[in-house]
């Protein structure tokens, strides 16, 4: 199964860019990227998800290598409230549908 | 938009009693996931349906653990003769058959603390 893995965690300063990364270096060719985060006590939520190339919503941004094997999360200007455990998750199993979510990067948006 | 809802949110419960949580998938997701998370921890898969049909289970789901679908909506998961091993934090996820990129929406969890 495809495997995650991330640093266990990182600062930034508050309006600061925050650039999360992650390797996924057994990744299959046709794969999707997700990224969720977790706040304390909170369920995980949806963030972005890639293939190939880099994608951007209201959320962040998403830079996927050319080779597929590492990715990185970018949020552009974190606030306090983008402290959180972001996870980079790649699916897993026999229907494709576990995700595997690994340890995460536990972000502190410092003030 | 009610969102996936999990009940109970807290369970204390002690050693060698049976436990029941549901799940609530947000209406129209045909498809539903239970996950375990302990301290420290990312969620860990447990199972998925497709309906009511129960399409895999991880080899974390041991005998004491049985999840249902019965119709489709709402889902169910016991554990028999809780053990302190069991405390976690359960998450229930759902996702819509039109995204095939299958995004998960998550419940805010049960809470499981067994003494």
């Known amino acids: 199964d495809a495997k995650t893995t991330q640093p266990t965690s990182m600062d930034c300063a508050e309006g600061r860019a925050a650039n999360l990364p992650c390797n996924h270096s057994t990744i299959s060719g046709n794969e999707y990227v997700y990224w969720y985060r977790q706040i304390h006590s909170q369920g995980p939520q949806y963030i972005i998800h890639?293939?190939?190339n880099n994608e951007t919503n209201e959320m962040a941004s998403l830079i996927i290598t050319e080779d597929r094997k590492s990715s990185t999360l970018i949020l552009p200007h974190a606030t306090l409230r983008d402290t959180a455990v972001y996870y980079c998750i790649v699916r897993a199993g026999n229907t494709g549908n576990q995700f595997y979510f690994g340890t995460g990067t536990s972000l502190t948006v410092i003030p | 938009d009610t969102g996936v809802s999990q009940n109970p949110r807290h369970k204390i419960t002690k050693r060698g009693q049976n436990v029941t949580f549901r799940c609530d998938p947000i209406s129209e997701h045909n498809r539903l996931y239970w996950y375990r998370q302990t301290l420290g921890q990312g969620p860990e898969f447990l199972t998925y349906f497709q309906n009511e049909a129960q399409l895999e289970k991880s080899r974390l789901l041991s005998d004491r653990f049985s999840a249902e679908r019965p119709k489709g909506s709402f889902s169910t998961l016991e554990i028999q003769r809780t053990e302190q091993g069991d405390s976690a934090m359960y998450l229930c996820?759902?996702?819509?058959?039109?995204?095939?990129?299958?995004?998960?929406?998550f419940g805010p969890g049960t809470r499981l603390t067994v003494t």
């Open positions: 996820a759902s996702s819509s058959p039109g995204t095939a990129l299958n995004e998960q929406y």
């Open positions: 890639g293939l190939k």
